[in-house]
């Protein structure tokens, strides 16, 4: 084994379940592993492991650059699931009046949902665009069962308290 692969290997097994964590509370439990194996495929593929002066540091701050990536493409991929929303919605109605009531309709939706936090809005677009359980959703975001179903409450009350009885539940 090369002193590369050496120190790579030690710097897996002494920092690996703490970086997992610390890519958990960022990104969630599924998405962890893979942040933390590209972490140490970044470092690996820069051959410096062995000469950092502080490789943990260095790990964690690649760690975190990862994440916020993640969290950028996530909140990509949701604005075009919610982009794709928009476009079936406003092509459905078939007289001028009808697409742009329907689209202000939309644009208060989209304003209204702005408002609530991150997760709880991930969290409710992810169970109505793209029709997964909460379990699934759960896992996604890594949160718990419970925290899902507190979103979605949350989010139900907020659209009553600014649509009332115009939301479809």
Request: net charge positive; with cysteine; charged share 25%.
């Amino acid at each position: 084994m090369s002193a590369a692969n050496a120190a790579l290997a030690g710097l897996y097994q002494a920092h690996a379940t703490e970086l997992n964590g610390f890519a958990r509370r960022r990104v969630g439990r599924q998405e962890a592993e893979d942040v933390v194996q590209d972490a140490y495929l970044h470092l690996l593929q820069r051959g410096s492991a062995a000469t950092l002066d502080q490789p943990r540091a260095y790990l964690f701050r690649i760690a975190a650059n990862l994440a916020v990536d993640f969290a950028r493409k996530a909140k990509t991929r949701l604005r075009y699931a919610g982009e794709a929303l928009d476009f079936a919605e406003m092509t459905a109605p078939a007289n001028p009046e009808a697409a742009t009531g329907a689209t202000l309709e939309l644009a208060r939706l989209q304003a209204s949902l702005s408002r609530l936090p991150p997760l709880c809005r991930d969290a409710f677009l992810l169970n109505r665009i793209e029709g997964l359980t909460h379990s699934e959703i759960a896992r996604r975001l890594g949160v718990s069962v419970r925290t899902v179903d507190r979103f979605m409450v949350r989010a139900w009350d907020h659209l009553h308290r600014h649509f009332g009885a115009e939301v479809d539940v």
